[in-house]
């Protein structure tokens, strides 16, 4: 299995693909959201593959009931989302396609480090040089500054893709999981002030898996509405600060603490 989570990208248009319409038309944004599950799973497998008969195992990891997702499987193979591979195998053109992007790319950027390498030994003996020498230190400063800013810039900008990602399986993951739970209330876009808190949650490592707040959730009847408050979680309140989803993530809403206890403040 490969490490690609990094590299895989959700395209903003991806609702409008009229394969994906199908597929929303007959299973709702649940079906939606559990398509960019699979292709996540499928995305890992160094053939850019899924395993059919690992469903039952995929169902139970992330509480979906197995009928539904051999449903929503089939439906992809339908819409042409999917294609089978042998008997046992699905995968899909489009992950494939982007794989192949991805190596490109990285042995693109294997061969500029490579020439990359080369400049700079050769620019270290250029310093070394005009130090010696003693000739124009301030051009010499000027230069060496201006490489550090463009390197600072790169990392930046590779945060950030990464951080766009993570956002739209958010917001995608929610409303899939509001449409299982339909108490719970779907959101329409992330805000900028969603954003903000957003990014803030994302600094800490046990907010970034996101999928494991939600499965927190669904044990935890208290956060479902019920309690005699009729009151239950929403997302912009999971991510209001950096204490709710710790008390989710820690089960402090197990039914159990929360006995005749509608008045104990959330």
């Known amino acids: 299995m490969k490490n690609n989570s990094f590299y895989f990208s959700h395209d903003s248009n991806a609702h409008e693909d009229t394969h994906i319409i199908g597929l929303i038309m007959k299973t709702r944004w649940e079906g939606y959201g559990i398509f960019w599950l699979l292709n996540e799973l499928m995305y890992q497998d160094d053939m850019i593959r899924l395993d059919i008969r690992e469903l039952p195992k995929i169902a139970f990891r992330n ?11 089939a439906i992809c193979l339908e819409e042409n989302l999917y294609k089978e591979e042998n008997t046992n195998f699905i995968y899909s053109d489009r992950l494939r396609r982007h794989a192949q992007k991805v190596q490109e790319k990285r042995e693109k950027c294997s061969k500029a480090g490579e020439k990359g390498m080369k400049v700079r030994w050769s620019n270290n003996n250029v310093i070394t040089n005009v130090i010696e020498n003693d000739n124009d230190p301030i051009t010499l400063y000027n230069k060496v500054k201006e490489s550090k800013v463009k390197e600072s810039k790169g990392k930046e900008s590779k945060g950030n893709n990464i951080y766009v990602a993570f956002e739209k399986a958010t ?8 449409t299982k739970y339909p108490i719970l209330s779907q959101i329409k876009e992330i805000s900028e002030e969603r954003r903000n808190k957003l990014k803030k949650r994302y600094e800490k490592e046990s907010f970034r898996d996101f999928t494991s707040i939600l499965e927190a959730i669904s044990k935890q009847d208290f956060l479902l509405g019920m309690n005699d408050r009729k009151w239950k979680v929403s997302f912009d309140w999971i991510i209001a600060n950096n204490t709710n989803y710790l008390k989710i993530l820690e089960y402090k809403y197990k039914s159990e603490n929360f006995s005749g206890a509608g008045s104990r403040q959330l």
Do not use: M
């Open 63 to 73: 509480n979906i009931d197995a009928e539904i997702l051999q449903n929503i499987v």
């Open 171 to 178: 917001l995608a993951n929610w409303n899939s999981f509001c």
